[in-house]
């Protein structure tokens, strides 16, 4: 081996570890990443032409805007967190056996076992089970559950923060390179122009499609249970807004089931009018994604099925966690769209002088 091919050899296993290493340096947030990525190429178009109209200094504003989100977002997080945790300690104290919730499940279901039990014998049975204990047991398994599923997400507070903070730091920079990154990605020449510009505009157009639809028609549902919720009189504002806002995000699932969860816990409490208002609530939540997508959803792609949807964003869910909501619908856009759109380039045009046109 000559001097030149040692050199070039050494240069190639230098240049290799140092990335390597810089790649290992951001794997525990690679989730937040790739969706500040998916962000950047929903927001950076749009973003452009409105700061461009009103002569504003990009990187400027888009720290502005970022740190801006930063807070909106922090500020109910740690508000609903706060408020799940005061609810815990006040049932660690009392008990959830003693409050008037498990009370009246204790009488619906001993209801129900009474019901059950009368079946049987209708139907023959001389010897019905005992369902009593069961049904004890499994309440009590079933609270005890949810305390430990609250509790242990209070304590995860400061790595959600943690998150949303490389999350906006991370879309600053796609956000605030956004021409330098497009020029260096073009410069490698992977792929034609043609090609290239195609490849771009599938990324922005499937990540508008999943951001920009997703939050707004979210943020409308939410809006919409949340005020429900305090028009009845039944479950707190910001804990209801952010949980419905998170859930609109699951296709065939939605809002919806918020308010129906809700109408259950009044219909056991025997608020019965307060149950039918939320069933109300639960049916104008669910038809406001099929009444708002239309108009905020410009192009005339069809959506994918909704099993695809559900099911890429329940594998995302599992490889992400809670960005997987975004990147399991770009991911899967995104593959139904790029084997169509990178075959069959069309020849440039070429005019007469015998160069491509301008």
Avoid at 97 to 109: A, E, M, P, S, V
Avoid at 218 to 223: G, H, V
Avoid at 300 to 321: Q, R, Y
Wanted: charged residues 15%.
């Amino acid at each position: 081996m000559g001097t030149w091919d040692r050199r070039h050899v050494f240069k190639i296993i230098v240049i290799t570890s140092f990335w390597l290493a810089f790649a290992v340096l951001f794997l525990p947030f690679y989730a937040e990443v790739l969706l500040a990525a998916i962000f950047a190429f929903a927001m950076e178009p749009t973003l452009g032409r409105l700061l461009q109209k009103r002569h504003m200094k990009w990187r400027t504003s888009v720290a502005v805007i970022l740190t801006a989100m930063f807070v909106a977002l922090a500020i109910p997080i740690t508000v609903v967190c706060y408020k799940l945790y005061a609810y815990v300690v006040e049932i660690s104290k009392t008990g959830f056996q003693n409050t008037t919730f498990y009370q009246k499940i204790l009488g619906l279901k001993d209801k129900l076992i009474e019901l059950a039990n009368n079946l049987m014998t209708r139907f023959g049975f001389s010897e019905s089970p005992d369902l009593s204990s069961l049904g004890s047991e499994s309440l009590g398994q079933a609270a005890n559950t949810i305390l430990t599923f609250l509790t242990a997400f209070v304590y995860k507070v400061p790595s959600i923060l943690l998150s949303l903070f490389v999350f906006c730091a991370a879309l600053y920079f796609f956000l605030a390179e956004a021409g330098p990154l497009k020029r260096v990605f073009q410069r490698q020449k992977v792929l034609s122009p043609v090609e290239s510009k195609r490849f771009i505009e599938i990324l922005q157009k499937s990540s508008f499609n999943t951001v920009v639809s997703s939050v707004v028609i979210a943020a409308m549902q939410a809006t919409i249970v949340s005020i429900g919720a305090l028009i009845l009189g039944s479950g707190d504002f910001t804990v209801v807004w952010v949980v419905t806002f998170f859930c609109s995000f699951i296709p065939v699932i939605g809002a919806g089931p918020v308010a129906l969860a809700l109408a259950v816990g009044d219909l056991l409490m025997g608020q019965y009018g307060t149950a039918v208002g939320f069933v109300v609530v639960a049916v104008i939540a669910g038809t406001m994604d099929n009444l708002a997508r239309p108009y905020l959803i410009a192009s005339g792609d069809e959506d994918m099925h909704p099993v695809v949807s559900l099911l890429a964003i329940i594998g995302a869910l599992i490889l992400f966690g809670m960005p997987g909501l975004f990147l399991g619908p770009v991911i899967a856009s995104v593959a139904f769209k790029i084997i169509p759109a990178l075959q069959n380039e069309p020849e440039p045009a070429v005019t007469a002088s015998g160069k491509d046109p301008v």
